[in-house]
């Protein structure tokens, strides 16, 4: 089987194709947007707001060119490789289906911690990127490329060494932006109010949300520019809700831990698609068209396994080594944050995601300026 990997041209904005198609009235108005209240422009900030879409996202792990420094073991096996070593050919041996693909399948939701009959190799090495969530530097903290030590993600020692989450030919790299493009659910959007300047300000709110429309591509359909329209999601996108403060320094914005945040991480026509961040905290260089940097948090590892088995088949996991019970064995194992009150076991592991973004105009449900009804989609 022939795996695609080349990625469709990103869908123009709703918005867009409403200009294209109903021509030049609703055209000036929304080039009036520019001029409105509280709406930022591509150039400056004007009403002192500014609004970002996530065009992408990763799993920030540290990776090399020949990954022999983080993982000199070489990678993990997956689930193909595994059956082969729990049930090897043995001449005319017969074995029931009930009794070994059906037991592999099952180990991925009838959760298991006890050790397994081949390794699993963690990372190693002492880099890797993502910030200090604890305020500590320990034994166990990475130190990140450019020195800053006490860097808390446990999350990049489990996935360094999985084939499928390395860039740029790991598959779920890969197809984890290809399904994020193609639906809306996936859409985040963040917006910076009380912005004197984007390049210094002691105190701004960043409010996040879930938006509805698409992404507006460049020419070539490779990339993403900024200036499209969102419209918040008024009506399933209220869990996805959140407020912080923060503060811009030399154009880099640093949030406040957020107690809880759901981010919005699905593939098409498919449930569970999103992740538990508890201390969520953005790290972004900003201009006035794209803001770029680092998402951090300590991940909750139930939600983390269940978005991904319902998300993402066994037959899926194999291209690239990715055995979803081995996953969960090691996240439990490395996980560092929130103990269960009863049992004392840390239910959540540090973890940073690469995250880029490009400024859109924010429209609300409230915001009657365009006749949009943003409550319903």
């Known amino acids: 089987m022939t795996l695609f990997l080349q990625s469709p041209a990103p869908r123009r904005s709703s918005v867009a194709n409403s200009v294209r198609l109903l021509g030049s009235p609703l055209l000036a108005v929304l080039v009036s947007m520019a001029a409105l209240p509280g709406v930022a422009n591509a150039e400056s900030v004007s009403g002192k707001r500014i609004g970002y879409v996530l065009t992408e996202r990763h799993w920030s792990v540290y990776q090399t060119e020949d990954a022999k420094t983080e993982c000199p073991q070489g990678f993990n096996i997956g689930p193909r490789e595994q059956y082969s070593e729990l049930y090897p050919e043995e001449g005319d041996v017969l074995r029931a289906e009930v009794d070994t693909r059906l037991v592999r399948e099952g180990r991925r939701f009838h959760l298991e911690t006890s050790d397994e009959p081949f390794p699993f190799y963690d990372a190693v090495g002492p880099n890797a990127y993502g910030v200090n969530l604890d305020g500590q530097v320990t034994e ?23 084939a499928i989450y390395r860039g740029p030919d790991g598959a779920f790299y890969h197809f984890s932006n290809l399904f994020m493009y193609g639906n809306a659910y996936n859409r985040w959007l963040i917006e910076l109010t009380g912005v004197d300047d984007l390049t210094n300000d002691d105190a701004v709110t960043v409010n996040f949300y879930r938006g509805l429309d698409d992404l507006v591509s460049d020419a070539s359909g490779k990339g993403f520019v900024a200036g499209g329209t969102q419209r918040v999601d008024g009506r399933w996108g209220e869990s996805f809700r959140g407020e912080v403060q923060g503060q811009i320094v030399d154009g880099v914005l640093t949030t406040e831990p957020a107690a809880h945040t759901k981010f919005p991480w699905s593939f098409p026509g498919i449930g569970g698609g999103f992740h538990i961040f508890r201390d969520f905290q953005l790290q972004l260089t900003l201009t006035p068209k794209t803001a770029e940097g680092l998402l951090a948090g300590y991940a909750d590892v139930e939600q983390y396994n269940h978005r991904l088995n319902r998300n993402w088949t066994t037959h899926h996991q194999s291209y690239g080594q990715l055995s979803a019970a081995s996953l969960y064995r090691a996240m439990t194992r490395l996980a560092d944050g929130y103990p269960d009150p009863d049992t004392g076991a840390n239910t959540a592991i540090s973890s940073a995601v690469d995250i880029k973004m490009h400024q859109v105009y924010i429209v609300h449900p409230d915001d009657d300026t365009l006749g949009i009804n943003t409550a319903q989609r």
């Not at 166990?140 to 360094?160: C, H, K, W, Y």
């Open 140 to 162: 166990e903290d990475f130190t990140s490329p450019d020195g800053v030590a006490g860097i808390d993600n446990q999350l990049n020692r489990a996935l360094a060494c999985i």
